[in-house]
């Protein structure tokens, strides 16, 4: 008994101790080994109102099943997804922080103002431009929105409904967001001042000449730049190298690329595949179980297939199958399957008889009666094929008189592709096809001319690196990486001859980046780099191909940048200083013997250069480019009068006034309004802008995906 109860202590205290080992694990660190901080509660904080993860996620789905609605597509990819992030993350600030801004003024919409957007004589473009709202000429109808309204919560599945509120809400939305821009362009004036500013800048043009020497003139290493210098440089002028939260680093990319064993096997599977396809009786069926890309049957005119293939499929016999061929990193074999002459393009419409038992709205038998009653209205008495379809079609094209519009073959359902494409369809004369959901009326309106096309089935394998070669691969990357733990060790092998290809550098990396570099599906490894600490090495990281081996080097936090962060560029923009004061100092001395821009000119071996058109509203000069000290200078001097020496962006300058020539001045009243007009279009950015820039917001995206 003593030595079970000895048991049973250890065995508890072992799983006290394992289970806190596990417990520290995975609240500590994440895939990399990289410990995390505290996790946030919220999505955000966006002045002062929290984001809760309920309210995004929701949010993001309602975002998510609309752009299926749209687009059709089952699945979307993760490019798509950060779309929708984005989009729902700039919808929820400017709603949160626009919002406090409209209620502290009251701004609303009224139940009449909403009334009247929707099914009043001016609705707004986004009711008038839903498609169920217009009538069979297509102009915008009110009833048929009262029609949407009273019918709605007849819908089961309540999207209808849904999709009329998020509607609403949209207009409701950029109504109020209207009238408080309104309101701001309302107060806003120019004034007397700046009008005739304005005038007076433009109605003075001056003629100058003037030298420049640049600043290339003088060689870097000909200007001693020392530590101190630098510093002095960088206090001086400290707020021009603000920076916004960041980080660099330098990352090994291993791509795994197939192996020649990989390349073999692909190889002797795609031959073996060529004799396996010759035989076949069945290709279409054979074709989509081996292929990668799945065939649809589709027929092509010459030029249409790849090029290697592309002219003998034309002149052989079909039965025909094709050596291997490579397009890209797939192995191909393709087989000619069917040959025929026929339309390249076809015109055609149609109109839709639905049936349904299990509703029990039509039975198919029904539904046949009235497709027939209908092909005889057209045929024989003569009603417009278009009306018949506004009328009586149940497909959604009923609003386009059931028009199709040109397509190519297989661009449309099967059965009306091969109605259409059907030597023995006639154009004008509408037939009616059986569907298993009812029945189609379909009329052949045009088709090109007739040409030679081919049905070929090709058997492609994407050539990829096998489960061996990515082993091997994270291997080579592991070991770089257990041998490269510490920074140095790392920048010292990454710049041997093998690795240095590898190696990249990665600037300006911010928390909310989706990606690395432009690297699909990198999120993972951004999300490490801003959770680890300068100079940590990550382990080896998947993505996609390749294994990544990623340096954190630098943290650039908010604010002004660190000296020794950016000592370089500071030490060029001192070095420019001192080049300017040696350039100074030289232009003043040519100056002071000769007393002119010409005999100054002589004495430093520069030409004299003139400029036309000056106007202290530009900033620049013609044929030197930005200037803003040097056009200031030009007009606080007298005509004949030459300047000291001016420090400009490009060079130095000496120049002397010419002449200015003054213009009658414009009407103030016209520069009024263009400067007032101007500001005002300017109001819808700018304002919205201003706003949610001064929001206090807290986002804590980054830690949820």
């Not at 008994?1 to 799983?15: D, F, G, P, Q």
């Not at 309104?182 to 003075?204: H, I, R």
């Not at 795609?270 to 799945?294: G, P, Q, W």
């Not at 990665?506 to 699909?520: A, T, V």
Request: aromatic share 8%.
């Amino acid at each position: 008994m003593a030595e079970l109860e000895s048991i049973r202590k250890r065995t508890t205290l072992l799983m006290i101790i394992i289970g806190s080992a596990v417990l520290l694990f995975v609240i500590g660190t994440d895939f990399t080994g990289q410990s995390l901080a505290p996790r946030s509660t919220e999505i955000a904080v966006i002045n002062g109102e929290d984001v809760t993860p309920r309210d995004w996620d929701a949010r993001i789905q309602t975002q998510i099943d609309d752009f299926k609605q749209r687009s059709g597509q089952p699945t979307l990819d993760d490019r798509t997804m950060d779309f929708i992030r984005t989009q729902v993350w700039n919808q929820l600030k400017e709603e949160i922080v626009l919002g406090i801004e409209f209620d502290k003024l009251g701004i609303s919409v009224s139940a009449d103002e909403l009334e009247n957007m929707t099914t009043g004589r001016n609705p707004h473009p986004q009711v008038a431009q839903v498609p169920v709202f217009r009538d069979a000429s297509g102009r915008f109808n009110p009833a048929l929105v009262m029609q949407y309204m009273q019918n709605m919560d007849n819908d089961v599945t309540g999207q209808q409904k849904a999709d009329w509120l998020s509607l609403e809400k949209g207009i409701e939305a950029e109504r109020i967001r209207s009238k408080y821009t309104s309101m701001v362009k309302q107060g806003m004036y120019v004034t007397n001042e700046e009008v005739q500013a304005n005038l007076v800048g433009n109605s003075k043009l001056a003629s100058i000449k003037y030298l420049v020497k640049d600043y290339r003139s003088i060689a870097d290493d000909a200007v001693e730049v020392t530590d101190a210098d630098i510093k002095s440089y960088y206090n001086s002028h400290v707020d021009d190298y603000t920076q916004e939260a960041s980080r660099t680093v330098k990352c090994v990319v291993f791509n795994v690329d197939p192996s020649d064993d990989d390349k073999q096997k692909v190889s002797d599977w795609i031959n073996e595949i060529k004799v396996e396809f010759a035989a076949s009786t069945d290709d279409s069926l054979y074709v989509n179980i081996n292929a990668d890309s799945r065939y649809f049957g589709i027929y092509n005119t010459k030029g249409e297939l790849p090029l290697s293939i592309d002219s003998i499929m034309f002149e052989s016999e079909v039965g025909y199958v094709s050596d291997v061929f490579i397009e890209g990193r797939a192995y191909n074999v393709a087989k000619l399957i069917n040959k025929k002459f026929a339309p390249d393009s076809a015109n055609a419409r149609y109109i839709y008889i639905g049936s349904n038992d299990n509703e029990g709205t039509r039975s198919k038998e029904e539904a046949k009666v009235f497709a027939d009653s209908i092909l005889q209205l057209i045929n024989v008495v003569g009603v417009d094929f278009t009306e018949m379809a506004v009328a009586n079609s149940d497909d959604q094209n009923k609003e386009q008189g059931g028009e199709i519009g040109w397509f190519r073959e297989g661009m449309q359902p099967k059965i009306i592709s091969d109605f259409c494409f059907d030597m023995e369809s006639e154009t004008g004369k509408p037939a009616i096809v059986e569907i298993d959901a009812g029945y189609l009326i379909i009329e052949l309106t045009d088709r090109t001319e007739p040409v030679n096309k081919v049905q070929v089935g090709i058997i492609d394998r994407e050539l990829g690196p096998s489960n061996a070669t990515f082993q091997a691969l994270f291997t080579k990357s592991s070991e770089f990486a257990g041998k490269n733990k510490k920074a140095e060790d790392f920048l010292t092998a990454i710049e041997s001859e093998d690795l240095a290809p590898l190696a990249k550098t990665l600037e300006n990396i911010k928390k909310g980046d989706r990606s690395l570099g432009g690297i699909e599906g990198s999120r993972e490894v951004v999300k490490w780099i801003n959770a680890a600490e300068e100079g940590d090495v990550s382990t080896a990281i998947e993505i996609g191909e390749s294994y990544l081996v990623v340096l954190l080097e630098d943290i650039y936090e908010d604010g002004n940048t660190p000296l020794e962060k950016i000592k370089t560029e500071v030490e060029s923009a001192a070095r420019k200083e001192k080049k300017a004061e040696m350039l100074i100092e030289e232009l003043t001395a040519a100056l002071s013997e000769s007393g002119t821009v010409d005999g100054a000119a002589t004495k430093l071996s520069v030409d004299v250069k003139t400029a036309t058109g000056v106007t202290f509203a530009s900033n620049s000069i013609p044929t030197v480019g930005n200037e803003p000290a040097l056009v200031g200078t030009i007009f606080g001097l007298s005509d004949g009068q030459t300047s000291k020496p001016i420090k400009g962006e490009n060079g130095v300058y000496i120049v002397m006034l010419e002449a200015i020539q003054e213009l009658v001045l414009g009407n103030p009243n016209t520069s009024k309004s263009i400067l007032s007009s101007g500001a005002k279009s300017k109001a819808d950015y700018l304002l919205i802008k201003a706003i949610l820039d001064n929001a206090e917001v807290t986002d804590n995206r980054s830690e949820f995906y």
